[in-house]
């Protein structure tokens, strides 16, 4: 951005000056332009008046926070604008190392993000137990004393309702309290988090009250001993047990979950009348196989909402369910998990049960017209998990995703390639999401001196809806983002979203990927179809680039530069040459370009994972591979899997087109993943978490390849490959992701470089390893040919007679010395092939001067020579 002068030395002075100056970040952010002299008044004014109008209040048992409005009147629509400052900003990279040295800062984000909470509960309940007699018999028969009386008082034969829940009851205790005797109509106990441990002490017990309706034995060392069975084979009349359906439930069973039953009103059997007049049932997580027999329109003729999310249903057919809620005439609101029970789709449902109104909270006319298949407005959020021994850092870093927020700097020559990431402060980080949202939110620069250098950044919040007092205020989360860009699924950054939708999703994805296979797996021989381009009278091929190295080092007599691109015979740059720029320099058809057409499919991350699941479908050299912008889904059943059976579950964002690990980042954490898709198009790859490692140091290996043509399939591999170390000793710690010496090999641009000259890596490597390199070298041949292979198969346009091109092939090895491909380069940066001399291991086995090296190149690609290349 260039601001106009508001005064001589650029100043803001007065509200024209503001408008003039921030006119494009007025118009991107959203804000109302009658909002926008009000916001300047606050901004020159610096007014921070949030604290006035809200109040931020504890929720989810303190471990988020909610805003809600607290000021005298209700807020109108669009009719004020408040400034929220920013608490932290920093760039990924620096994150833990700022928590660690920022005095405060770890504590104050930890208080913000709920994350320090078991320091004051561990005071809290200290305080609460040193009063605490639970645990004792005579406290508990003082409870099951005070319960008889009251059963007393309704009638000697009245049911009894016993909670003796989290008393520290043990064997013994259960015994000496002989709940069958002072109990003889018993229908329910709870037991819930006690001490019992011994099956046959606890059965000898139960077995006494034969009219139990319900049993809760939840979190009792005695489960997993084989009481189950016992309990089950030992009460005839037993409903629920530790909160599930029995095969015997029924009436009562029913008549608990519609609130009919229950602790303030025991029964032992339900009138039909009361059946009919039940209006709302929550089965929920009751792992129900089959709905009992009971479970008709005949008996719950007036059934209008109903839960069954949670339950197998396992035991019934989708079809049958639907035919059996679709008599169910008065049913409006259902829940039911999706994918589940009823199907893969919510309209498919909705098809089936015309007359709901509701399907999972969401208006059903909303669903069909936005068409959507999964739907859920009761989704549990995301909240923090942390250990007792992490430090507040560390628990601020897996936190930190549920609050983030991010922005790019940019001015009118360039875009920042790296994000800044920011912490709103207690009152905006408070603001939770809705589809619904009554107010917006929008990041801005305020620049009082007219310039991008002083800008102070802030977020701007404002009411989109008349909100009244006492109101929760909330913001969309994914503003502007609909289903055509995923966002069901990226709502599970914040939410709990339901696994098995995504796991379905997954195998899908999987199954086509397998059926995927145009790269026939035997190979026929191709016959060269390139010739050397010289011309026949024997001048000199004039070349025409903007490659320093190539100026510099191209220097044999074959070939002469030039700088004048129009008469040049190649076009070697580091450029796109598309057809604006071949207009603009007044190139030809018949000119050679170092580069293929539609070679995006090689060089482009997400292209060339695409190019080689269509070839080869999921081949054991590519790591599992998503393009966040189309397959955000099944990444998450994949993440959902690998977590259930507890699999290596880390992963490696990367951008489509950027190179030297710009905004690449390393995370097993799922919100981490979905919202680094904020920053730009990104694949995510699974991790090699287990690479073979060279003196305890990650690595990888720049392989070149050149390219004469593509159908048929003429390539070469140099005989010199060059290896890339990491300076750090390799570790899975969480924080050492943070650490870019441990985690990536690319040091020209950042950290040490420290050059190993091949054939001295090697020789040490196959000691280290007791391999042979020749062995590993071959199947890594084998894999480039194969990359190549998936680009010439899926994309044979890419041929073009005046194409010759150099790409720099990335590899890694796992610890098993399987070869994986990380990625192709355009035109790779050969700055250390024409610095160094080195040994070829490989073909002539020669020694190989860098300054040659560009001879090498030109003279393979375009005089038809093989010296120090191989053909693959």
């Known amino acids: ?34 909002l926008h002299e009000r916001l300047y008044r606050k901004l020159a004014d610096e007014i921070f008046d949030g604290g006035e109008v809200f109040a931020v209040e504890p929720c989810e048992e303190g471990r988020q926070r909610r805003l809600m409005l607290a000021a005298e009147h209700p807020l109108g629509r669009e009719s004020d604008v408040f400034l929220v400052d920013h608490a932290w900003s920093f760039r990924l990279s620096d994150a833990l190392k700022q928590l660690r040295e920022v005095p405060g800062l770890a504590e104050r984000m930890a208080a913000l993000m709920c994350v320090d909470l078991d320091r004051r509960i561990e005071t809290e309940e200290s305080d609460e137990h040193d009063g605490d007699s639970s645990g004792s018999l005579e406290h508990v028969l003082q409870i099951v004393e005070k319960e008889k009386a009251r059963i007393q008082e309704s009638g000697s034969d009245s049911a009894a309702w016993i909670e003796l829940e989290e008393l520290g009851i043990d064997d013994d205790m259960l015994v000496a309290l002989d709940l069958s005797a002072k109990f003889p109509n018993m229908v329910a106990l709870n037991l819930w988090g006690n001490k019992l441990q011994n099956t046959e002490k606890v059965m000898q017990e139960i077995r006494k009250c034969p009219k139990l309706k319900a049993l809760w034995l939840n979190e009792n060392p005695v489960l997993g001993k084989g009481i189950d069975k016992a309990v089950l084979d030992g009460l005839s009349e037993l409903e629920i047990y530790n909160s599930r359906f029995t095969s015997k439930a029924g009436e009562w069973a029913l008549s608990f979950c519609a609130d009919i039953v229950g602790a303030d009103n025991p029964c032992s059997s339900v009138e039909s009348t009361l059946l009919e007049s039940i209006v709302t049932i929550d089965l929920s997580d009751r792992c129900i196989h089959k709905l009992p027999e009971v479970f008709s329109p005949s008996k719950l003729p007036s059934l209008s909402k109903l839960n069954i999310r949670g339950n197998p249903l396992d035991q019934i057919s989708g079809d049958n369910l639907l035919k059996l809620f679709s008599g169910f005439t008065q049913l409006q609101e259902l829940e039911v998990d999706i994918p589940g029970p009823l199907g893969n789709s919510a309209i498919s449902i909705l098809e089936a049960l015309p007359n709901l109104s509701l399907l999972n909270g969401v208006n059903s006319s909303s669903i069909i017209e936005t068409g959507k298949h999964i739907v859920d407005s009761a989704l549990q959020p995301r909240l923090p998990e942390w250990s007792p021994e992490e430090p507040l850092s560390e628990r601020v870093i897996g936190a930190m995703w549920l609050y983030l927020m991010t922005y790019r700097l940019a001015n009118e020559e360039k875009i920042d390639e790296t994000p800044v990431w920011y912490v709103m402060d ?270 305890g140091r990650k690595f990888d290996l720049r392989y070149i390849v050149l390219v004469r043509s593509i159908r048929p399939l003429e390539i070469f591999l140099s005989d010199v490959f060059w290896v890339r170390l990491a300076n750090n000793q390799y570790t899975l710690e969480k924080t050492s992701f943070f650490e870019y010496e441990t985690h990536f090999t690319v040091m020209n641009y950042n950290g040490r470089m420290n050059h190993m000259n091949t054939p001295e890596f090697v020789k040490e490597f196959e000691k280290e390893h007791q391999v042979k390199w020749l062995e590993i070298h071959e199947s890594i041949r084998s894999m480039i040919r194969c990359v190549f292979e998936s680009a010439a198969a899926v994309h044979p346009e890419m041929q073009n007679p005046f194409s010759r091109a150099m790409y720099g092939v990335d590899v890694m090895l796992d610890n098993r010395f399987k070869p994986k491909i990380l990625e192709v380069t355009y035109c790779p940066d050969c700055g250390r092939a024409c610095k160094y001399d080195t040994r070829a291991l490989v073909g002539s086995k020669n020694t190989i001067k860098g300054s040659d090296f560009f001879n090498t190149v030109f003279g393979c690609l375009f005089l038809d020579e093989q010296t120090n290349v191989s053909p693959l």
């Open 426 to 695: 207690e009152l905006g980080s408070a603001m939770r999401h809705s589809d619904n949202a009554n107010f917006r939110i929008a990041p801005f620069l305020f620049m009082p001196e007219g310039k991008l250098a002083t800008a102070i950044s802030y977020t701007v919040l404002w009411p989109t809806h008349d909100v009244q007092t006492g109101e929760e205020c909330t913001r969309d989360f994914l503003f502007g983002i609909g289903e055509e860009k995923q966002r069901s699924a990226r709502l599970t950054a914040w939410f709990r979203t339901p696994e098995n939708y995504f796991i379905q999703e997954f195998r899908k994805y999987q199954e086509q990927l397998q059926s995927n296979s145009i790269c026939s797996s035997t190979k026929t021989k191709e016959t060269p179809s390139t010739k050397s381009v010289r011309p026949s009278d024997g001048r000199a091929l004039r070349v025409y680039t903007d490659i320093p190295h190539v100026e510099e080092f191209l220097t044999r007599p074959e070939f002469v530069l030039t700088t004048d691109p129009k008469e040049a015979d190649i076009i070697w740059v580091s450029m796109q040459v598309d057809s604006e720029v071949k207009n603009a320099l007044g190139l030809t058809d018949q000119q050679y370009t170092n580069q293929f057409p539609f070679e995006a499919c090689l060089v482009m991350k997400h292209h060339l994972a695409e190019t080689i699941h269509k070839a080869w479908g999921s081949p054991e050299w590519l790591q599992p591979t998503y393009n966040l912008e189309t397959h955000l889904s099944p990444l998450i059943g994949d993440y959902c899997t690998r977590k259930r059976d507890a699999m290596d579950n880390l992963w490696i964002m990367k951008p489509w087109n950027m190179a030297r690990t710009i905004d690449t980042t390393v995370t097993g954490d799922l919100s981490a993943i979905i919202r680094l898709m904020e920053t730009g198009p990104k694949i995510c790859q699974k991790y090699i978490e287990r690479p073979v490692l060279f003196q």
């Open 1 to 34: 951005m260039s601001p106009a002068a508001a005064a001589s030395d650029g100043r803001i002075r007065s509200y024209e000056d503001f408008a003039r100056v921030h006119a494009y970040l007025l118009a991107a952010s959203g804000i109302p332009p009658s």
